[in-house]
């Protein structure tokens, strides 16, 4: 589940148990962060690329974070090997770099440069595909400033391509299997993260894995997805388990 509201009613202003009843597509209930965190611990392969989504205020936004800290805390996945966050939310972003300086931290908005978002300690950008056409030397600014570099979402083979040569680490794709190919062509191997939307997941086959690699880690309860809305309510985003295509080897990215 990807929308911050359920039928009409906003996710941050409602507790989960007015949404504990709600049936997606595939008729399983939206799972909760526990549920969420437990299954990312049953892959300890598995970097979770954690997304906490912009809510109404400052105040909201703190105690999301304060939440989501807990929680991994709690389940012992607060690890800079195990997690990564991403936002649309600068003052979500300039909090956890704040807070958590070991970990990266994407931004997802093209409204600051990465020369902006490093002076407030933030060390990664997940842009739009189409401001690296727009602002040609930003890529060159995020690494002169040690920037991870993320963009999203790329679906042709030519604009993949393009990407791919300009060395981003990772590529938000609704086509991963067809982008694993085209890196296979291209000879790319290590450390590159694949992150599919249509479907939730998020994959990053790595070495010798790339060649075995064929889609994401199965979730044996069914309970998965890489975007994040939590709150007060405690609702997390669902990957369908009809979507969810098993492999023995690389990493799945919740």
């Known amino acids: 589940y990807h929308d911050s509201d359920v039928k009409g009613k906003k996710i941050e202003k409602h507790p989960y148990s007015e949404f504990a009843d709600f049936e997606i597509k595939n008729g399983e209930k939206i799972p909760t962060i526990d549920q969420y965190l437990e299954q990312g611990k049953k892959h300890p392969e598995t970097m979770l690329v954690y997304e906490?989504?912009?809510?109404?205020?400052?105040?909201?936004?703190?105690?999301?974070?304060?939440?989501?800290?807990?929680?991994?805390?709690?389940?012992?996945?607060?690890?800079?090997e195990r997690v990564m966050f991403i936002s649309f939310s600068l003052h979500i972003c300039e909090?956890?770099?704040?807070?958590?300086?070991?970990?990266?931290?994407?931004?997802?908005?093209?409204?600051?440069?990465?020369?902006?978002?490093?002076?407030?300690?933030?060390?990664?950008?997940?842009?739009?595909?189409?401001?690296?056409?727009?602002?040609?030397?930003?890529?060159?600014?995020?690494?002169?400033?040690?920037?991870?570099?993320?963009?999203?979402t790329?679906?042709?083979?030519?604009?993949i391509k393009k990407m791919l040569r300009l060395g981003v680490d990772m590529i938000t794709t609704d086509y991963p299997l067809e982008t694993r190919e085209i890196m296979k062509d291209m000879k790319i191997k290590d450390g590159f993260v694949l992150r599919n939307v249509v479907d939730e997941f998020i994959v990053m086959p790595t070495g010798d894995n790339i060649a075995k690699f064929d889609?994401?880690?199965a979730a044996d309860a069914g309970v998965g997805g890489h975007t994040l809305f939590v709150g007060e309510n405690k609702v997390v985003h669902h990957l369908p388990a009809e979507r969810i295509h098993p492999i023995q080897h690389g990493k799945f990215h919740a």
């Open 215 to 217: 889609g994401a880690v």
């Open 154 to 159: 790329v679906n042709h083979k030519k604009p």
């Open 52 to 80: 906490l989504k912009p809510h109404s205020c400052d105040e909201v936004e703190d105690r999301f974070i304060d939440l989501s800290i807990a929680k991994l805390e709690e389940h012992g996945l607060l690890n800079p």
């Open 95 to 152: 909090v956890l770099a704040q807070r958590l300086p070991d970990f990266t931290v994407q931004y997802l908005d093209s409204n600051r440069n990465p020369d902006e978002l490093a002076d407030l300690g933030i060390n990664g950008v997940d842009y739009n595909q189409a401001v690296f056409k727009v602002h040609r030397k930003w890529y060159r600014k995020a690494r002169k400033r040690d920037m991870s570099v993320n963009v999203w």
